[in-house]
DNA sequence: GCGATTAGGACAAACGATTGTTCCAGGGTA
DNA sequence: TACCCTGGAACAATCGTTTGTCCTAATCGC
């Protein structure tokens, strides 16, 4: 019932008491004392302040301050439990600090990451916590170069001078990789992402990386995919089963190129891990209750959302631009990398 | 390289040209026109602006046109890929009209839910989509006699004026149920959500519904849990596994319900559907890919982000509150359901 | 050649909150 | 009495846009 038709303004205080709103607006910012306001008078705006239930206007206080106690927030597909995991996080982290969330979905569309920028920072936003979609980064050297506060999350761009939180995907491709060739797999196919992202380059990286240091050679013909989608996990899978190339197990770059593998391989009447082996990136509650309980790559997701904003704000409060800050992955074993004899491979 | 260090204003654009900002400010908006600027100065305004990269303050405009093209997003929490999916389409349709999303995330809290609304509110949103944790609602009346635009999205309250997009839950459950009785099953357990909620009473109330409309009594003891969180599936799930109630099927009311089911009845290494069947609420990507796909009655929640957008628009546009749509559920049957003889039951 | 249009923009207020400065009255001091 | 100080609060500018109104030439009609 106190909700009023016209929210009240700080005048309308005002003048319910007889004051100015530079008085109101000094006691109810703490400065009544500071300002001489006397005890009497600050208890009465108080009083009233709450009996109408003022609240102050952001947008006009956003205007004269301008800081708007707001985050912008892009990520490429927030239906992403990946992204969404973030998302909750970063919505944590910054409702703790006072902040609200501008939140924008890129679609995983450049073009609407490059909209959802200038959107965002036409907004006034104080900081930005940015997922790119990862193919080009002409818009983000121009962020750079701006004033705007900028943290990068799960891709990062060495050459850019913009903070950035990431996984060590180079790291947890490599241990995968490892852990299927410990098991006797030498024919690992990669079901990789975006192929223009450094987040894919790292992952495919670290998959080579393995190879090579045990002595197996890459092929080419293995690598396949194009796109962190369901859609590319399942065609590269479907591909790859009718090709020649034999193989015995998959690294899937992904969640959902995992569920795109997933999909293929029960189209084709496989069995995991007998048929064919897999790990895929990023875990899922409900990975262990599939088919075949599935080994993953865990990322420190929820942290990364968190970090994303403490990164924001050390940069905001002293000028120390903290760089490519890198987080472990954790391989957590279930049932779908089989362990078979080498003559097999 | 254009983007300014700091940002250009309108009235720094129009010093640029020796006019006055109304005249810049009346040319972009597309009014030079009706305001007889001259083609010439026009021409010079649009090629300097576009020079500039200039783009109006958002924040000084909301505040003098009362209205930021922003609208506010309550989810209980964003990590959950139902609430997920919802904010997706909520965001596309809003950018589809050129609205900004303003993201809060109640962690399943109202005292944040309260709290989320007043910031949003404070933040002068034109409009606001709430999915309510669902506890209390003397909030959510206030909310109903404001001013403010609001579609409520996931759970309805028939005593309040607010429009609202649900799934049809009652009969949803009632689908679910019945199949699982056709295929011969009696004691049927029922893994609620919070109890307090109207989104929970409906579920349940199909369920009942449905024993009923069949001669089966309804045993209480076999409704269970209070939360739609994993956690409250798991204990129900485990609790009921060693109570005396026998059953031969689980309705778990929600994806996160069904995962700790999931868990329990794995921990018990029992078998789905042999020892035990289950329909859960909430279609999920890997439901076919489980060890036991899993039959689902799937909600059109994509199309409730984008109907309550649309809802939204409808209200402002014209004055006709449109009460409580009801979205039809569908049951994806896979293999969690088992058929028993009648005198296992 | 004189008033009336018309073209082309400028002026100034307003949105709501914040803040540096100023104003006023009363009391104490010299 | 003249002066200063201090408590208590008001004044007014400002943030960047938008918009109703007003101003000033030049042009037109007759």
Redesign the interface.
């Known amino acids: ?7 009240t303004t700080l005048k309308a205080v005002a003048e319910q008491l007889g004051l100015t709103p530079t008085t109101v607006s000094r006691v109810l910012g703490g400065k009544g004392d500071q300002y001489r306001i006397s005890q009497k008078t600050q208890r009465r705006v108080r009083e009233l302040a709450a009996k109408l239930n003022f ?6 206080r ?2 004269r301050l301008s800081k ?1 106690s ?1 985050i912008g ?1 892009i990520v490429p ?5 990946y992204f ?2 973030i ?2 996080h970063v ?2 982290e910054a ?1 703790r600090r006072g902040y ?6 890129s ?1 995983e569309d450049t073009r ?1 990451e490059i909209e959802a920028i ?7 936003v104080d900081g930005l916590v940015l997922c790119p979609v990862g193919v080009s980064d002409e818009h983000l050297a ?2 750079a ?4 506060q900028v943290v990068l999350v799960d891709r990062t761009y060495p050459d850019l001078a913009i903070a950035s939180v990431t996984s060590d995907n180079v790291r947890g491709a490599r241990e995968a990789t490892e852990y299927m060739i410990r098991r006797g797999h030498k024919r690992i196919a990669c079901l990789q992402g975006l192929q223009a992202s450094a987040l894919n380059r790292d992952r495919v990286l670290g998959y080579q990386e393995a190879l090579t240091q045990h002595g197996i050679p890459i092929d080419e013909e293995l690598i396949v995919g194009d796109s962190f989608a ?1 859609q590319s996990g399942y065609v590269a899978t479907r591909l790859l089963l009718h090709a020649q190339a034999k193989f015995t197990a998959i690294l899937a770059m992904s969640n959902q190129i995992a ?1 795109g593998a ?2 293929a391989v ?1 189209e084709e009447s496989l069995n995991i891990p007998s048929d064919v082996s897999i790990i895929a990136f990023d875990d ?3 990975a ?4 075949t309980p599935m080994t993953t790559v865990k990322q420190r997701n929820e942290e990364m959302g968190q970090i994303a904003v403490q990164l924001l704000f050390a940069r905001s409060e002293s000028q120390r631009p903290f760089h490519g800050l890198l987080l472990p992955t954790r391989l957590i074993e279930r049932d779908s990398v089989a362990s078979i004899r080498p003559e097999d491979s």
């Open positions: 019932m106190n909700a009023p038709k016209s929210k609240s102050p206007n952001q947008i006009a956003g205007l708007t707001t927030l597909d927030i239906s992403n439990p969404a995991t998302a909750h919505t944590a409702r609200s969330i501008l939140l924008c979905d679609q609407y200038q959107l965002i920072r036409s907004r006034n121009e962020l170069e701006s004033d705007q369901q569920l997933l999909q029960s899922s509650p409900y262990p209750y599939l088919a």
